[in-house]
Each structure stands twice: as C-alpha cells, then as structure tokens.
C-alpha cells in the first residue's frame, strides 16, 4: 500500500532517480518532472483526490520554467500541496524566499537517504 504520491522535478535523470528509489523504498509512488514546465502539467492536470500528488520535492536551476517560477504556480494553484525545495546552491536569501512562499524544507545537494526521508516524513506529518 502507497503512502501517497510523490512528484519529483530534477532535471538531472541521475538525480531523478535516486530521490525516486529512495522514497519509493519508503512505500512512495513517485511521478517525476524534467523541469518545471512538465511539473506544472503534472499538477494542473489533477482531478480527482486519487491522483493527488501528497508532495513535490523540486530543485530550482532547470530550464525552460526553473523551480522559483514553478513554486510560484503550487503556491498559488495548488497550496494543499507542501513543497521540499532540493538544490545545490546553498544560499540563504533564496532560503529565506522560498520559506516565505511556503517551501516547507530547503535541502542542499547532494542528499543522504535518511536526512531525505526525515525530511519528507516531518513535512507530511
């Protein structure tokens, strides 16, 4: 049985893919994004509360619609939805931002499983 559904937005497929194993070994269905384009699709084509995504976890450097744009949009569209932002740039006004939009967690790249685990497991608490 899933915990729920967990949307994953990375552009880097190596990236994708661990965060995905390691949540789905945690009993997660995964759908996954390359950009924040494909995440907002993923999102607005929601209709009903099976296919609800519980969580997204999104980076913020990709192309085509970065993260702050997408953020932006699951604030705004979907605030049900909280967000785990996952980067590797350390920067504490960016931090700062993103908590004040709602971002519930700011983790740096690269990740441990348990520290994403927690992370995951306090936010949907």
């Given at each position: 049985?899933?915990?729920?559904?967990?949307?994953?937005?990375?552009?880097?497929?190596?990236?994708?893919?661990?965060?995905?194993?390691?949540?789905?070994?945690?009993?997660?269905?995964?759908?996954?994004?390359?950009?924040?384009?494909?995440?907002?699709?993923?999102?607005?084509?929601?209709?009903?509360?099976?296919?609800?995504?519980?969580?997204?976890?999104?980076?913020?450097?990709?192309?085509?619609?970065?993260g702050l744009e997408a953020v932006e949009f699951f604030h705004d569209r979907a605030p049900e939805i909280p967000v785990i932002v996952v980067t590797g740039f350390?920067?504490?006004?960016?931090?700062?931002?993103?908590?004040?939009?709602?971002?519930?967690?700011?983790?740096?790249?690269?990740?441990?499983?348990?520290?994403?685990?927690?992370?995951?497991?306090?936010?949907?608490?």
């Open positions: 049985m899933s915990k729920g559904t967990i949307l994953i937005v990375e552009d880097e497929e190596d990236i994708r893919e661990i965060l995905g194993m390691h949540l789905a070994s945690a009993g997660f269905a995964i759908l996954e994004a390359e950009n924040g384009a494909q995440a907002i699709d993923v999102i607005a084509a929601q209709k009903t509360d099976s296919e609800k995504v519980r969580l997204i976890i999104c980076d913020i450097r990709m192309p085509e619609v970065n350390a920067d504490n006004m960016l931090e700062n931002n993103l908590m004040a939009r709602g971002v519930k967690k700011f983790l740096i790249k690269p990740l441990e499983k348990l520290q994403l685990l927690q992370a995951v497991e306090e936010v949907l608490a």
